[in-house]
């Protein structure tokens, strides 16, 4: 069931929002060779818990961890360690999830570290730069569909694939809820409409190569099948009367 917000929902993931894009930022400012991912997974559950906040991704499901931390062909879902150690020319995907006052956000940036190959900085700005394209077709009467083949058709000219098992989906008085945000046109799914008030959150996951993913022993981490790099952009939006609002931003 996909749930309007009230206003006032709204008014608190905004707040939300603002908090989780401003621990997200000082997460992402410690991000260097020689750092593990679970300094900053410690950073962000501490700046969380500081803000009045709960990371919502901890004990979700079972996962152990406050960040979803994914290094170079990760896609998502990578569990931070003491052992995965950050080094030059790595990418890393920082995805994470906030409870504010009963209400979720949720917000993933992609990070070079220190000196990245060029081909690496153009999936970074490839990915990001879809994630806006899907944002711009969001306004009441537009479909999820609509959405999903801005992201595909610019990520595709762009030389690069869109995963396909794991989509964008609602957000709000749950992690994750209905409907499913995919980022590549599906003909066989039923046209969903954007009405006023949806929260959705938006997340295209971006590869070098193939599209096709696999998931590791540990349950969690996703990573590309051909080993190739993976990049991965979320903004938690509001449909508005005027078209959108996103709510993870400062």
Not at 115 to 121: C, D, E, L, N, T
Not at 237 to 246: C, D, F, L, R, S
């Amino acid at each position: 069931m996909i749930i309007i917000k009230t206003p006032k929902e709204i008014e608190l993931m905004r707040e939300g929002g603002e908090i989780l894009a401003k621990v997200l930022r000082e997460v992402s400012l410690r991000v260097k060779p020689g750092v593990s991912t679970q300094e900053l997974d410690s950073l962000a559950e501490e700046l969380i818990i500081k803000s009045k906040g709960k990371p919502s991704f901890k004990g979700y499901k079972g996962y152990p961890a406050a960040l979803c931390a994914s290094v170079n062909n990760e896609v998502v879902h990578g569990i931070p360690s003491s052992e995965k150690i950050l080094k030059s020319g790595d990418i890393v995907g920082l995805d994470l999830g906030l409870e504010y006052k009963g209400c979720f956000t949720d917000m993933t940036i992609t990070v070079p570290v220190g000196k990245v190959s060029k081909i690496a900085h153009k999936l970074i700005k490839v990915t990001k730069n879809s994630l806006t394209q899907g944002i711009r077709k969001i306004e009441p009467g537009n479909f999820i569909s609509d959405i999903s083949r801005a992201i595909q058709d610019y990520v595709e000219r762009q030389g690069f694939s869109v995963v396909r098992d794991l989509v964008g989906h609602g957000v709000g008085r749950e992690v994750h809820e209905d409907p499913p945000v995919p980022n590549f046109f599906d003909p066989k799914l039923n046209p969903i409409e954007l009405k006023e008030r949806m929260t959705l959150a938006l997340e295209p996951m971006i590869n070098m190569g193939s599209y096709e993913v696999e998931v590791l022993d540990d349950g969690w981490t996703v990573v590309t099948r051909d080993g190739f790099l993976s990049a991965h952009f979320e903004h938690t939006v509001a449909v508005t009367k005027e078209g959108y609002e996103i709510l993870t931003i400062i």
